[in-house]
């Protein structure tokens, strides 16, 4: 295999310009005409007739989709491809892979494998300029890696295709008479390009120092930038966590108020519901209180009754008693039943006496105990008068249930006591004094 994969492929780089790992048809007709519109290496010119370049299409395109693979075009170069034209054509060639080989002096690719612009002068001496790559096959001028082929491929492009005059042509020929001269040439326009690619890759590397130095201070400065943000960030999050300490202070003391409120209103609904007890109570004792004065009153009215009665009796006695003095006059026998009459007088009399002692005592008790009941009644009246239904509100809220429920006890203590008391007063005038219900009973019979 003359053609090596290395420079077809050069070749399908500097064509690819779009990097996209193909080429169109179109393209590579159109620079296939531009390339050969020239005399051949033997001084025939190449056939770039239309069913010449049909068949070379067919080859490079056997899908015939318009698009040529690296692949198709390794395979259409690396094996001799024979123009199909007219038999009497004498200009009918053959396209040899040699024409692809670094190794011909000849070869249109050297554009490709040097990198250097061509001219031809005015006395035939081939003459080029160099480029800013010389990419020939010295391994110290060549650069390695992806970067080499790019820039390989950057110089082809610029230097693809060219036009040589016939003078350059035929220099490579034995009988040129500037074939003796071009050896020297290349030699002192290699070492030329060696300076000059010495010389800009000291400027690439003072450019990728440089570049490297811009990002080392645009890092350097990113990382002051982050830093600052930081802070920054960091002195909002310490004040956003003092505003949220701050406004959970205020709706753990707003809880606090409103729990307070509502246990407020909890404890003065509890308090109106013992004040509402309470006066229900107050009212019952009241009512007690007044069965208990009528009740006096009515043993009142009976005692004055009696009172009367007994009065009477012993006015009728004494009536009685002066009769049967007037009746006696001066017997014995009447004297007898007059002292004993007298004596049964005296006594009632002094029975009576005794009864109104008493009565006058009971009566006496009587309206102590009704002055008292009805002083009694008429501070409770002045205080539940005067006391509004905020001060008993505030009287209950000052107190406890405890205290509330001893303060009911002692009035209920008290009522008993005063029931007890008048209670024991009227047993004790009726077990004294039973003759009185006698008395009061003999008129109904």
């Not at 290699?190 to 690439?204: A, G, H, K, S, V």
């Not at 008068?385 to 809220?397: C, F, L, P, V």
């Amino acid at each position: 295999m003359d053609v090596s994969d290395e420079s077809l492929e050069l070749v399908f780089g500097a064509l690819d310009t779009e990097n996209k790992g193909f080429i169109t048809v179109d393209q590579f007709v159109s620079t296939f005409r531009e390339f050969y519109d020239g005399p051949a290496q033997h001084g025939r010119k190449v056939s770039t007739s239309r069913s010449a370049i049909e068949n070379l299409v067919h080859v490079l395109d056997p899908e015939n989709d318009g698009i040529i693979h690296f692949e198709d075009f390794k395979k259409a170069f690396q094996s001799p491809i024979e123009f199909s034209g007219h038999p009497d054509d004498p200009n009918i060639t053959h396209v040899d892979s040699n024409m692809f080989s670094p190794s011909s002096a000849t070869n249109r690719s050297t554009c490709f494998s040097d990198g250097l612009e061509n001219k031809t002068d005015d006395s035939g001496v081939h003459t080029h300029e160099p480029s800013i790559y010389d990419c020939d096959n010295d391994s110290a001028l060549s650069v390695d890696g992806v970067q080499s082929s790019r820039l390989q491929r950057d110089d082809i492009r610029r230097s693809w295709p060219k036009h040589r005059g016939p003078a350059f042509m035929n220099a490579d020929l034995p009988e040129s008479p500037a074939s003796a001269s071009r050896s020297d040439i290349l030699m002192d326009d290699m070492e030329t390009n060696l300076e000059l690619m010495r010389d800009q890759i000291q400027r690439m590397e003072e450019r990728v120092e440089g570049i490297h130095s811009t990002h080392q201070s645009e890092k350097e400065s990113r990382i002051d930038r982050l830093r600052e943000e930081n802070a920054r960030i960091t002195a909002q999050v310490t004040v956003l966590e003092e505003r949220l300490k701050e406004a959970e202070a205020r709706a753990q003391r707003s809880v606090e108020a409103e729990r307070n409120h509502l246990q407020g209103i909890i404890d003065l609904k509890r308090n109106t519901e013992a004040l509402a007890d309470a006066q229900d109570q107050l009212r019952a004792l009241q009512q007690e209180k007044e069965s208990v004065e009528k009740k006096h009153q009515r043993d009142i009215e009976i005692l004055r009754k009696d009172r009367d009665h007994a009065v009477q009796v012993l006015e009728e006695l004494n009536g009685s008693s002066e009769r049967r003095r007037s009746r006696l006059g001066s017997t014995c026998t009447s004297m007898s039943g007059g002292s004993e009459a007298l004596a049964r007088y005296q006594e009632s009399q002094e029975i009576v006496r005794r009864l109104i002692q008493e009565n006058k005592e009971l009566r006496k008790q009587l309206e102590d105990a009704r002055d008292e009941m009805f002083a009694m009644s008429l501070e409770e009246g002045r205080t539940l008068a005067n006391i509004s239904e905020k001060a008993w509100s505030k009287e209950i809220d000052n107190c406890t249930k405890e205290e509330v429920v001893e303060m009911w006890t002692r009035e209920k203590h008290a009522n008993e006591q005063l029931r007890n008391y008048i209670d024991s007063l009227i047993t004790r005038i009726i077990e004294r004094h039973p003759s009185l219900l006698e008395v009061a009973a003999a008129p109904a019979r």
